[in-house]
């Protein structure tokens, strides 16, 4: 008797996950480069927050920002974890895309050289590394150049990938700078590289990574976006909330040390760069569109619009509980 309560419980039990794997929709979520502020979601997927979403969720992993957005609109992926100049850009061409929640609402860069520059001036002549000419610390190079008196003409800015990419072709010698995220900095450092200091000294509000979609796919699957959002929150109050697991996720996908890592999340709490509820910056959304229209990305009488790029809709259905089957 027993014997059989315990086959019956065990094929209730494999009847359920089939179920719930059934009901489960694929999504396939870009996200450009390893870097730490990509933990929440990381753990979204170990713990299962997604799978409890409903969400088959595949993450592919770029080092192209431009290649994301236009997978993004093409529907190769579903959402991307990246910069918001393009959707930006988009928004204000007409398009479709748009910024549906907050990620790295402030820079975790630091400004990391060959060993023998240590002054902005130095900057003069060098081969600097950037994710892409169009996104990201493409613009932020130039605001930090200016601050040191060089010219766009003084310095070479090459788009070569994401912060992996970039500490790799210093050690390589094969760019003198590089904008670094920790825990990359730290290793830089403890490698005989140069840190000029943070990039956050000298721009304080920059939205650097936001979750982005096309908001006709969202409208769409508005259950989809809003559990993806849902999931992702609940990933990052899992780094405070259980720590040592965060460590062994995020260490295990950055390559690095626990102890690097452990130090990289606590730097990360301590300057607030994840929004506690996956807001975006207003401040740093427009010091984002400030930069596109210096940069002729956008017209000089282009007006910052927070509504036309950021689509809040779903990041307020996700607060939301979604109900427990």
Do not use: C
């Not at 204000?92 to 400004?111: D, E, T």
């Not at 002549?125 to 150049?145: D, K, W």
């Not at 008196?149 to 070479?156: F, M, P």
């Amino acid at each position: 008797m027993k014997k059989t309560a315990s086959l019956l419980a065990g094929l209730f039990i494999s009847a359920a996950g089939m179920s719930s794997a059934a009901v489960a929709e694929p999504l396939k979520v870009a996200i450009v480069s390893r870097t730490v502020f990509f933990t929440p979601l990381w753990i979204a997927a170990e713990r299962g927050f997604l799978k409890e979403e409903g969400i088959d969720a595949e993450i592919v992993l770029y080092d192209n920002a431009e290649k994301i957005n236009e997978d993004l609109k093409s529907g190769k992926v579903q959402v991307a974890m990246g910069p918001p100049e393009s959707v930006i850009t988009d928004a204000y061409q007409g398009g479709s895309l748009r910024v549906v929640g907050g990620n790295a609402g402030k820079l975790p860069h630091f400004i990391i050289t060959k060993p023998g520059i240590k002054t902005l001036a130095q900057l003069k002549g060098t081969r600097i590394g950037v994710l892409s000419l169009q996104e990201g610390t493409t613009h932020v190079i130039r605001e930090i150049a200016s601050v040191a008196g060089l010219k766009a003409t003084d310095y070479e800015i090459v788009a070569v990938g994401g912060a992996p990419t970039r500490w790799r072709l210093l050690k390589e010698g094969k760019i003198d700078v590089g904008l670094q995220p920790f825990p990359l900095s730290y290793e830089a450092v403890d490698a005989g590289f140069t840190n000029l200091g943070a990039v956050a000294g000298w721009i304080p509000d920059w939205q650097f990574t936001s979750v982005n979609a096309d908001s006709n796919w969202a409208k769409s699957n508005p259950t989809l976006m809003a559990g993806f959002l849902r999931a992702l929150r609940r990933g990052q109050d899992e780094i405070a909330a259980s720590p040592d697991l965060a460590v062994a996720v995020a260490s295990k996908q950055l390559q690095s040390s626990p102890a690097l890592t452990r130090r990289a999340l606590d730097e990360t709490a301590r300057l607030k760069i994840l929004a506690d509820d996956l807001s975006v910056s207003k401040a740093g959304m427009s010091r984002v569109f400030g930069s596109l229209v210096t940069a002729g990305a956008l017209p000089d009488d282009a007006r910052f619009d927070f509504d036309k790029v950021v689509d809040s809709t779903w990041l307020q259905m996700s607060r939301v509980p979604a109900a427990r089957k």
